[in-house]
């Protein structure tokens, strides 16, 4: 695996020189080169388009990381609801009108209902779909699929509210009324207009948080808001620094346009998986993806082991895609170390959280050995005796050592199997 040239052979078609294949030998079940295909095959534009799938849209609440974005979401805004009202009652309070305590209250309460159940529907939009489009398509289109699916979320609040104001009044006067045009009415009207705008900033500000949560990573915002990295501080942390293989060998076959595409697909589908395992990016540099995991995330249920494989796997899953846009499959490398590094904050223009230690470059030769070995995942001796291993299904199994400058003894080296599983080639325990 990966770009020995004595398992890679390019032919050309003479029909057509701007087609050619890449020829594996079929000894490794994870070959990174398969057939390549016409870039304007017309199956490749149908991959390449995101399809909306319904199921998507339940499974947010289903998983945990995700239910908290939401729920965070309705949280906030219903205290926006709760602070709008409490600002109209004030501003009436001003020009001498003294509205009847408990109207205001009712009005308030069913306001903050109607913006808790829509902020559940609001904010799964926006994790599930919004998130993602303002990942994967241009900004501009990605706010005007905002804007729409916002509308549609404020006319949900309105039909919720009329609703609820009708349940809590007994349902008779508002249901002998035409409710209908009473919501067309108020729909119109410039009391609307006013509440639009206002929850159409709220939502933009939302979006903002998003985006400036993709910029920097999660929590990472927390962090320079309150100052936790201003002054250097010192932190346990696991690394891992993932490598794209043969990179080199792909990028001189695809050309520059659409090696740096395989690259930003790349990169979109193994994003999504490191978040859920916990995982947070430090930075990318070319075809290296620098993810780092604090003491209590990577460890627990081996979030810093499953994530490699699990990245692997997408790619696996997504082969039919990336063989008939690419005509080559992505396969990862990987190394972990775990140590002690210092972050804080650092720039000027463009102030970012970087960390420095020994732990850093450790990782990053472990992850150039695994070509020496031939392995897709290669941990520290460190690492591998801070992990609780029962109960994974998996064990491991010594390689050899990385020579440590300076340092009486080297850092032994391991790589994993399924249990019973173990290579014949390995020597020594």
């Known amino acids: 695996m990966g770009s020995n040239p004595s398992k890679q052979t390019l ?5 057509n ?11 490794d079940p994870y070959s990174t080169f398969v057939g390549r295909k016409d870039p304007h095959h017309p199956r490749v534009n149908h991959l390449s388009k995101a399809s909306f799938d319904p199921s998507h849209f339940f499974e947010l609440f289903t998983s945990r ?8 979401i309705s949280g906030i805004w219903t205290l926006f609801s709760i602070a709008q009202s409490l600002y109209d009652y004030l501003v009436l309070m001003t020009l001498n009108i003294i509205p009847d305590v408990e109207l ?5 309460l069913i306001n903050a209902l109607a913006t808790a159940v829509a902020g559940l529907l609001g904010g799964a939009i926006l994790v599930g779909y919004v998130q993602r489009w303002i990942r994967t398509i241009p900004y501009g289109a990605a706010l005007l699929l905002t804007v729409m699916a916002f509308t549609l979320v404020i006319f949900f609040i309105t039909v919720i509210s009329f609703f609820i104001r009708a349940i809590f009044s007994g349902g008779e006067n508002v249901l002998q009324s035409d409710l209908l045009s009473f919501m067309m009415t108020h729909v119109q009207s410039l009391h609307f207009l006013k509440d639009y705008i206002l929850w159409l900033f709220i939502m933009m500000c939302t979006i903002a948080a998003f985006l400036i949560n993709d910029k920097y990573g999660p929590g990472t915002l927390r962090s320079f808001l309150m100052g936790r990295y201003f002054r250097p501080t010192r932190e346990e942390r696991i690394f891992m620094f993932l490598d794209l293989r043969s990179s080199t060998y792909i990028a001189q076959v695809l050309g520059e346009q659409q090696y740096f595409n395989f690259i930003k697909d790349v990169i979109q589908d193994a994003t999504p998986v490191i978040l859920k395992y916990k995982g947070r990016i430090y930075q990318y540099v070319g075809d290296e993806i620098t993810v780092s995991w604090r003491m209590h995330q990577g460890p627990d249920k081996l979030n810093c082991i499953r994530c490699p494989m699990e990245v692997r796997k997408v790619f696996n899953h997504r082969s039919s895609y990336y063989t008939a846009r690419y005509g080559v499959v992505p396969d990862f490398k990987a190394g972990l170390h775990y140590g002690t590094v210092m972050v804080g904050e650092i720039g000027v223009v463009k102030r970012d959280i970087a960390f420095s230690g ?8 472990i992850q150039a050995k695994c070509n020496q070995y031939d392995v897709n995942l290669l941990i520290s001796e460190d690492l591998r005796n801070i992990l609780s291993w029962e109960g994974s299904g998996l064990e491991t199994e010594y390689l050899g050592d990385l020579m440590m400058k300076g340092k009486a003894a080297d850092l032994p080296l391991y790589t994993l199997h399924a249990n019973g599983s173990k290579s014949t080639k390995t020597q020594g325990a």
């Not at 032919?11 to 029909?15: L, V």
């Not at 020189?17 to 000894?27: E, G, V």
């Not at 205001?104 to 308030?108: A, E, K, P, Q, S």
Request: charged fraction near 20%.
């Open 358 to 365: 020994e732990v850093v470059g450790t990782a990053a030769r």
């Open 11 to 15: 032919q050309e078609n003479p029909e």
């Open 104 to 108: 205001f209250l009712l009005d308030m």
């Open 65 to 72: 990381s995700e239910l908290q974005k939401i729920l965070w």
């Open 17 to 27: 020189t701007s087609r050619c294949h890449f020829i594996t030998y079929p000894t």
